[in-house]
C-alpha cells in the first residue's frame, strides 16, 4: 500500500485519494469488528454512577419499626400486687385470713405416706360409722343406706359434683364406687409438704378427717387434681373456684401449714374476682338412722266393761299462734348455702335475689339469680 502511495507514476489527485482510503481503512482496523464508532449517547454507564448515593434511602421505614407492639410488650404491674390484695382486704375475708398465712417453700415428699396420717377413714366422731360413709349421707341427696349397717353406709343416692356442676348417680358397689370419691380440698400429700410433717399423729389423723377439708366429687376430677394445689389445678366449674379456694386458706389456718409464693399468687387471682368470700364452716353430717323397723302387733286382754263416763263440753279452741317473722333486713332470711350442691339438695334452686339463702357469692353473674340449673 506505502508503494503505490510514493510511486512517481501516481497523480498527486490520486495519491490524496489512495491517502483518504488507507486512512479509513486504518481507523476501521482500530475499531474493531463490529465495534460501534461511537457509544451510544444513552448508554446506562452514565447513570449508574448518579443513582448509587440513593441506596441509603432504603432504611427509611425504620420509625415504622417502633410499632405499639413494642409499648404492649411488657403489661406493667398488675393492678395490685398479692401482699396488697391481702392488706386491703376486708376483716373475715379469706383474703384477709390468706395474709395471715406464712409463705415458705415446699418442703421434700420424703417420708410422706398416707398412713401418716391415721387409719384411712377413721371413725373421729365417734359415731360408728367411718368419714367416707358420713361425707356421702352428707353430700349425697336421696340417699338410701345399706340395711344392717346401723344406717352408716350409703348404697345409692345423686350427687351434684360442685367441681364440675354435673350429676353422678351413686350405687355402692366394687365397679361402681368410683364415679363418687371423697376429695380431700387440701391434699394431704400437699399438707405434708406445707407443714403438717411437723403435727403430732393425732393431729394429722384430724386433718384426713375434717369436714371442712372433706367433700364429695365426680372421680374423674378427683383424678384430675391428684395432689395439686391452687397454683396447679382449680375446678372446672368457675363458680367453685371462690369457695374451693377459701376452703383450702381455712384449711391452711387451722392446721398451721403454710402456702407457697405461687400457690398464694393463684389464689389472691380467684379472690380477686370475689374479694367478699368469707371462710366457710365445716358443714357436719347426719347423724346416722337406722331403717325404722316395721311396729309388731302387741296382744292386749280385753277390758271389762265400765259404763262410759259423760263427755266434758269441749273447751274452745285457741286460736292457732301466729308464725315468727324473720328480722327485716336479713338477707337471704336465716337460710345460708356454702355452694350450690346444698342448694339444689335441698330443693330450693334457684335462689332469687331477697329469697332465703340468697347471697351474692353464689351469683356468679350477677343476674339476681343464683345456683341455676345448667341446661
Not at 266434758?312 to 337471704?332: H, L, N, S, V, Y
Request: hydrophobic fraction near 35%; charge should be negative.
Amino acid at each position: 500500500m506505502e508503494a503505490a502511495l510514493t510511486s512517481p507514476r501516481t497523480s498527486p489527485a490520486h495519491r490524496l485519494v489512495l491517502g483518504a482510503a488507507a486512512l479509513a481503512l486504518a481507523l476501521a482496523g482500530c475499531a474493531g469488528p463490529g465495534s460501534p464508532a461511537s457509544p451510544p449517547p444513552s448508554a446506562p454507564t452514565a447513570d449508574t454512577s448518579t443513582t448509587a448515593p440513593e441506596a441509603p434511602s432504603a432504611p427509611a421505614p425504620a420509625p415504622a419499626t417502633r410499632t405499639p407492639r413494642a409499648e404492649h410488650a411488657d403489661p406493667g404491674p398488675a393492678a395490685s400486687s398479692p401482699e396488697d390484695a391481702t392488706a386491703k382486704a376486708a376483716p373475715g375475708t379469706a383474703l384477709a385470713a390468706l395474709g395471715e398465712l406464712p409463705v415458705k417453700g415446699r418442703a421434700p415428699k420424703t417420708g410422706y405416706s398416707r398412713d401418716e396420717f391415721g387409719p384411712r377413714w377413721a371413725d373421729t366422731d365417734h359415731n360408728g360409722c367411718d368419714t367416707r360413709n358420713d361425707v356421702l349421707r352428707r353430700d349425697l341427696t336421696g340417699v338410701a343406706v345399706r340395711p344392717g349397717t346401723h344406717g352408716c353406709k350409703a348404697a345409692s343416692g345423686s350427687l351434684l359434683s360442685a367441681y364440675t356442676g354435673t350429676t353422678v348417680a351413686f350405687v355402692a358397689g366394687r365397679d361402681t364406687s368410683s364415679e363418687v370419691q371423697i376429695d380431700h380440698v387440701v391434699a394431704l400429700s400437699d399438707a405434708w409438704q406445707k407443714g403438717a410433717q411437723q403435727l403430732d399423729a393425732a393431729r394429722r389423723t384430724e386433718l384426713a378427717n375434717d369436714p371442712l377439708n372433706l367433700l364429695a366429687v365426680d372421680g374423674p376430677s378427683n383424678n384430675q387434681k391428684s395432689d395439686g394445689d391452687a397454683a396447679t389445678w382449680l375446678p372446672p366449674a368457675t363458680g367453685e373456684r371462690c369457695e374451693y379456694v377459701a376452703t383450702q386458706i381455712a384449711v391452711k389456718q387451722r392446721y398451721e401449714l403454710w402456702v407457697t409464693d405461687g400457690e398464694k399468687q393463684a389464689m389472691v387471682r380467684v379472690l380477686d374476682g370475689c374479694p367478699d368470700q368469707r371462710l366457710p364452716e365445716a358443714r357436719s353430717w347426719p347423724a346416722p338412722e337406722d331403717d325404722p323397723a316395721a311396729p309388731q302387733p302387741v296382744e292386749t286382754p280385753a277390758a271389762a266393761t265400765v259404763p262410759a263416763a259423760p263427755e266434758a263440753p269441749a273447751a274452745p279452741a285457741a286460736p292457732p299462734a301466729a308464725a315468727p317473722e324473720q328480722p327485716g333486713g336479713a338477707p337471704g332470711g336465716q337460710v345460708y348455702f356454702s355452694r350450690c350442691a346444698e342448694a339444689l339438695a335441698a330443693a330450693m334452686a334457684p335462689l332469687h335475689a331477697g329469697s332465703p339463702g340468697y347471697r351474692p357469692a353464689l351469683d356468679r353473674d350477677g343476674d339476681g339469680v343464683a345456683c341455676e340449673a345448667k341446661p
